[in-house]
């Protein structure tokens, strides 16, 4: 709803703009125009825009990097989201997150839900520590 008011409010703006900036200070008081910013504004206008349409992806991306978490921290590998693994798994498995699938079925003979594996299950079977 906001998108298309101001879509519907752009063009007599920009009527306004543009009849502001071509006609002359007489016909602008002949329409009973009378009080108005000078006309050396009509460049501050296209300028500002220009320079906001630059700056604000800058500004977007600045604020998307502070509101990241750092590249040590803890919440990059969980989160409220994060399902950790039955504890039945790890057992069946031996502690390595490559099972058969023979070996992961529950007790109805389904495989179970998607979780997530622990890191230091990962680093075990990456770096065989």
């Known amino acids: 709803a906001c998108g298309f008011l101001t879509y519907m409010l ?5 009527a306004a703009y543009i009849a502001w900036c071509c006609l002359s200070d007489e016909m602008l008081a002949s329409l009973g125009v009378t009080y108005y910013p000078p006309k050396i504004v009509t460049f ?13 992806p800058l500004l977007y991306a600045g ?7 750092t590249i040590d921290s803890l919440n990059l590998l969980a989160d409220g989201h994060s399902r950790e693994a ?44």
Do not use: R, W
């Open 86 to 129: 039955p504890p039945h798994i790890n057992s069946i498995c031996g502690g390595a997150f490559l099972c058969e699938k023979d070996e992961i079925q529950n007790e109805y003979g389904s495989i179970p839900e998607i979780f997530d594996v622990d890191v230091g299950l990962i680093n075990m079977h990456v770096y065989n520590n």
């Open 44 to 56: 501050y206008f296209p300028a500002y825009l220009v320079t906001l349409g630059l700056a604000l």
């Open 63 to 69: 604020l998307n990097a502070l509101s990241a978490p």
């Open 10 to 14: 752009s063009f007599p703006i920009a």
